[in-house]
C-alpha cells in the first residue's frame, strides 16, 4: 500500500485558504491532480497558484462557486471527471455565523449552516457518486470537527452541524462500501486559521493551550497530512470512521 496519489483525479471544496488550501496542497504533492473551489475567484486563483509555486509541475484546476448550487456542484466534479476521473473528494467547506446561546440564534442562520456544512458535502457525494465513483470506486473525506463530538457551549449550532456531517459519514460508509466507496471524517481541534480566529483572539490562545496535551494548536498541514493518508491506499481498509487531529485535547475531559 502507497500514500502515493500519482494518476488520481481530486476535488477539495472550501480550498482558497485555510484547511482546504493545505489538503490540496498535499494532495498535489503526493501526485494528484487537482480542482478546488471556493466563492470568490481571484482568492481561488491565487491559491491555486501558491499550490503551483508549492508543487513543481503541479496540476490544478480553479472552480469558482457556492457550494449550496447544484450547478456548481456539478461543474466541479465535472472539472475533476475532465482530468482523469473523480478518485478523491474532500468536503472541506464550512461556515458559522452563530455564536453563542442557541436560544439566541437566528433560526434562518441555522439552516445556512446545515446546508452548507452538511446538505452541500451530500450534494458533491451524489455528483461524485454519479460521475464515476458508483463504478470505480474512490474515498471521501468530510471535515468535521470535535464541536460535532463534545459541546462547546460557544459555537453550538456548528457543533450540531458537524456532528450530523460525522453521523452522514457513518451512514454514507454503510450505503457506498459495495461500491468500494470509503467515506471517512476527520473532526480537527482549533486550528490556527483565519476561521478559528475569535476562537484565538488576545488572551484566547493562552487559555485554549491549557487544554492540549501536546502543547500546542493545530496547523492546517496537521489536517492535510491526515486527509490524505484517508484518500490514500494506506487506509484502504479504513471506512465510516473520525479521526480526531486534535493535539489529545479530547483526552482531557474539557474543551
Do not use: C
Request: glycine share 12%.
Amino acid at each position: 500500500m502507497s500514500s502515493d496519489l500519482t494518476g488520481k483525479s481530486a476535488l477539495v471544496t472550501g480550498a482558497s485558504r485555510g484547511i482546504g488550501l493545505a489538503i490540496a496542497t498535499e494532495l498535489a504533492r503526493r501526485g494528484a491532480a487537482v480542482v478546488i473551489t471556493g466563492r470568490k475567484p481571484e482568492p481561488l486563483e491565487e491559491a491555486a497558484g501558491q499550490i503551483r509555486t508549492a508543487v513543481s509541475g503541479a496540476k490544478v484546476t480553479a472552480t469558482p462557486g457556492n457550494t449550496g448550487d447544484e450547478t456548481h456542484r456539478a461543474e466541479a466534479v465535472a472539472a475533476a471527471v475532465a482530468q482523469g476521473g473523480i478518485d478523491i473528494l474532500v468536503n472541506n467547506t464550512g461556515i458559522n455565523p452563530i455564536f453563542g446561546p442557541l436560544m439566541d440564534a437566528d433560526l434562518a442562520a441555522f439552516r445556512k449552516i446545515f446546508d452548507t456544512n452538511v446538505v452541500a458535502a451530500l450534494g458533491f457525494i451524489q455528483e461524485a457518486f454519479r460521475a464515476g465513483m458508483r463504478d470505480n470506486g474512490g474515498a471521501v473525506v468530510n471535515i468535521s470537527s470535535v464541536a460535532g463530538i463534545r459541546s462547546t457551549g460557544v459555537i453550538a449550532a456548528y457543533g450540531a452541524s458537524k456532528a450530523a456531517l460525522i453521523r452522514l459519514t457513518s451512514e454514507l460508509a454503510w450505503e457506498l462500501g459495495s461500491n468500494n466507496i470509503r467515506v471517512n471524517a476527520i473532526a480537527p481541534a482549533i486550528v490556527k486559521t483565519r476561521f478559528a480566529s475569535d476562537l484565538i483572539a488576545g488572551d484566547n490562545e493562552a487559555r485554549a493551550l491549557k487544554g492540549y496535551p501536546l502543547g500546542r494548536l493545530g496547523e492546517p498541514e496537521d489536517i492535510a497530512r491526515a486527509a490524505a493518508f484517508l484518500a490514500s491506499d494506506e487506509a484502504a481498509w479504513i471506512t465510516g470512521e473520525t479521526l480526531n487531529v486534535d493535539g489529545g485535547m479530547l483526552s482531557t475531559g474539557s474543551m
